[in-house]
C-alpha cells in the first residue's frame, strides 16, 4: 500500500495520530460532560458543539494565511501541535467553570486550525514531485486510514478513563442518570422511584439512602472521569509533537523548494480593494441571515464564507479563477456532507446513549471491549492473509498464527463474558475509524480495478456518490426509529427499555456513513491539493475546512429538532440534505472534470 510513496507521508499520519486521537474524544464524550458536569440540555450543549467544531475548521483559515505567507508550514504546524496540547491540558483539569472550559475549547480549535489544513497542504506538496504525481489520490487514501488508527482507540480510552474513575469511587455506569442527578438537585424531577432504582443499581456500596448525596457525588465522579480523559488525549498529544520534532526533516521544505519560476508566478497585481470588499459582502450576508431572517445560529458562519469566496475570486488571476471556482462549488456540497456525518458526535450519540440497549450478549459484547475487539479484527485479518492470492509461505503462516491467536482470545472472551453486559455510548465512536482502517484498502483495490479497466470515476463524480451512500447510512437509523417514543414525549424521564433497539443498527449505520466519507473526505483533499493554484495551496485547504466548519455549525440543526420532532422526521432531514447535494454535484459535473483535466 505504502510502495512507491515519499517517507513523508508515513512522518505525516504519524503526526496526525494525536490530533486524531483527541479529535475522536471530543466526538465521543463532549456533548455528555458538558451535559453531566454542567447540566446542559441537549440544545445547549448541541450549540456549544456545534461552535467548537466550527472552530476547528474555521481557524484553518488563519493557518492557511499564515503558512502561506511565510511559507513556513512546518513551523506553524508545530505551533499547532503545541497550542493543541495545552488546550487538552487545559480541559483534563477538574472542576473548572463552563467559561473556562469553552476557553479551553477555544485553544484547541485554534490550534487544530494552525495545524490540520497545512498538514494536509504539506501531504500534498509532497506529491507535486511529478515522480509521485500519479500516487496523489491513493496518498490521501493511505493517509486518511493511517491518521485513524489513532482515532479507534480514543472512545475506548475515554469510556476507560471514565469508568474506572466511577468504580475507584463506588460506582457503575449509567448514561441516563446525569439528567436524573440534576433534574433531583433542581427540584424539577417530581417522581424519584426510577431515580432510587437507578441509584440503587449502580451503587457497589449498597442501597443508596441519601439521594441528595447520591446526585451531587455521582455527578462530580462522572465528570472527572471525562476530565482524566482529556488528560489521555494531552498525552496522544505529546507523542505527535516528539515524532513530529525528531522526523519532520522527511517532509518538504516550502521556502526552500520554490523555483524562482514558482515565486514570479505568484507575484500578482496587488488589489487592497479586495479585502474591503470581502468584509463588505461578508456582512451584508450577516446582516440578511442575523437579522433579516432571523436565524442567528449560523449567520456568523455563514456570512465569513461568503466573505471569504468573494475575497478569493477577487484576488485570483484569469488563469486561477476556473480552479477557484470549482473548489468553491465542491465546498458547497462538502458543509451539507458534514452537517449530515457529524451528527456522528451529536444527535447520534444522543441516540447511541438513550435509544440503544444498554446491555448486550456475550457475542455482542465482543465488538464492545477493545481487547475482545482487537482479538476478532486479528482472527479476520489473518483469515484474509492466509488465503489471499500471490501471498508467499511466510505471509501464509504469518496470516494462520494470526487467525489462531485471534480465534483463541475472541473465543477465551465470549466465554469469560456474562449472559448480559453493559455497554456505553461512547464506544460506538470507535466503529468510524474501525471501518475507515479496514475499507480504505478494499476501496483502494476497487478504485484501482476499475482504473486498469478505463472506467474508475473521476474525483468529483465520487464525491456525488459518496452523497448518495451517506443519505443511505441515515436512512437505515430511519428505520430503526420508527414507532421509537420520541424525546420530546418524554418529559425528562429516561426513555424505557421497549424503546431501546439493537446496537447493529447503529453499527451498520456508521458502516455506510463510513464509506460515504471514503468516497468524499479523502477524495476531496485529493481535489483540492490537485486543483488550487500554488500561491493558495494552503488558503485552499483552510477554504476546504472552512466549508467543513459552515457545516459543523449547522450541526446545531440536529439538537435543535431532537425534543421537537419524531425520530424518523429527524433523519429525514439529513436524507432530504444529502440527496439534494448530490443532485447539485452531478449537475455540475462536467465542469469540474474540466479543471482536472
Known sequence: MLKGHPKGLIVAFFANMGE????????????????????????????????????????????????????????????????????????????????????????????NGLFKGNLQAVVGQLYDDPKYEKLRDSAFMVFYMGINVGAFFAPFAANGARNWFLKTNGFLHDGSLPSLCHQFINGTLTDTTKFQELANKVSLKGPILDLSAFAHNYIDVFSKGYNYAFGIAAGAMLISLLIYILFHKYLPNKEKTQTEKQKQAEKVEKKPW????????????????????????????????????????????????????????????????WMSFHQNGLTLTFFARDYIAKEVSAFTYLFFDMWSLLAVISFIAGFFVMLGKNKTQTTRL?????????????????????????????????????????????????????????????????????????????????????????????????????????????????????????????????????????????????GWLLATAVGNKLLFTGSFFWGKLELWQLWAIFITVCLLSAMFMFSMLKRLEKVTS
Not at 66 to 82: E, F, H, N, P, S
Not at 323 to 332: D, E, G, S, Y
Not at 407 to 433: D, K, L, M, R
Open 20 to 111: 486524531r486521537f483527541g479529535f475522536y474524544t471530543m466526538m465521543a464524550i463532549l456533548v455528555l460532560f458538558l451535559q453531566a458536569k454542567f447540566g446542559l440540555t441537549e440544545q445547549e450543549a448541541g450549540g456549544y458543539y456545534s461552535w467548537f467544531y466550527f472552530g476547528i475548521y474555521a481557524l484553518a483559515l488563519i493557518g492557511g494565511i499564515l503558512a502561506d505567507a511565510t511559507k513556513k508550514y512546518k513551523l506553524v504546524i508545530l505551533g499547532g501541535i503545541i497550542t493543541m496540547m495545552a488546550g487538552y491540558v487545559l480541559m483534563a483539569i477538574p472542576g473548572v467553570s463552563l467559561n473556562l472550559t469553552l476557553a479551553s475549547l477555544f485553544v484547541i480549535a485554534f490550534g
Open 398 to 542: 504469518i496470516g494462520g498464527a494470526l487467525t489462531l491467536i485471534g480465534g483463541g482470545f475472541a473465543y477465551y472472551f465470549y466465554n469469560s463474558n456474562g449472559a448480559t453486559n453493559a455497554i456505553a455510548p461512547e464506544v460506538f465512536q470507535s466503529f468510524n475509524p474501525l471501518f475507515i482502517v479496514a475499507l480504505t484498502g478494499l476501496v483502494m483495490g476497487i478504485f484501482a480495478m476499475l482504473n486498469k479497466a478505463g472506467k474508475e470515476p473521476s474525483t468529483p463524480k465520487k464525491i456525488g456518490f459518496g452523497m448518495i451512500i451517506a443519505a443511505l447510512g441515515f436512512f437505515l437509523v430511519l428505520v430503526a426509529s420508527l414507532n421509537l417514543i420520541s424525546p420530546h414525549e418524554l418529559n425528562g424521564a429516561p426513555v424505557p427499555d421497549s424503546s431501546r433497539v439493537s446496537p447493529y443498527w447503529l453499527i451498520n449505520s456508521y458502516l455506510i456513513l463510513t464509506v460515504a466519507e471514503l468516497f468524499l473526505s479523502p477524495m476531496g483533499l485529493s481535489f483540492v491539493s490537485k486543483v488550487a493554484p500554488p500561491r493558495f495551496q494552503g488558503l485552499m485547504q483552510g
Open 274 to 337: 479586495a479585502l474591503a470588499a470581502a468584509l463588505a459582502i461578508g456582512g451584508i450576508v450577516y446582516a440578511i441571515i442575523y437579522y433579516g431572517l432571523g436565524v442567528k445560529d449560523i449567520a456568523m458562519a455563514v456570512g465569513l464564507f461568503a466573505g471569504f469566496i468573494a475575497w478569493i475570486v477577487s484576488i485570483s488571476n484569469k488563469e486561477e479563477k476556473p480552479r477557484i471556482i470549482a473548489l468553491i462549488l465542491v465546498f458547497i456540497v462538502v458543509i451539507f456532507f
